[in-house]
């Protein structure tokens, strides 16, 4: 594995895990009952960015570095994935 594609391994799995840690607790503007004029209901009441990215972070180099583990211990090998896959080639030829 090279240094660009750990890098970009990780910027997909960071992106990911943001996507699933933002909305987790989230208490709206309705919901604390507080609107903003010009802002919906539905936009978070305190956000808690910095929070949120610390937490992704965390959570992205806890999966990220299993992953490279998996990939640099060669324990799963593209032999390993191609027979997990083969009844797929089998049907297209």
């Known amino acids: 594995m090279t240094l ?3 890098f970009v391994l990780f910027a997909v799995i960071w992106f990911l895990t943001l996507f699933i ?3 987790l607790r ?3 503007q309705g919901e604390a009952g507080v609107v ?3 802002t919906p ?3 978070p009441a ?3 960015i910095r929070k949120r990215m610390l937490i992704t972070t965390g959570v992205a180099l806890v999966i990220w570095g299993s992953i490279v583990a998996i990939v640099l211990s060669e ?3 593209m032999e390993d994935i191609d027979v997990l896959f083969r009844w797929t080639y089998q049907d297209t030829r």
């Open 4 to 6: 660009f594609s750990a």
């Open 36 to 38: 903003v004029p010009g």
């Open 41 to 43: 209901q539905s936009a």
């Open 75 to 77: 324990a799963v090998g």
């Open 26 to 28: 989230l208490t709206t």
């Open 46 to 48: 305190d956000a808690q």
């Open 21 to 23: 840690v933002l909305p």
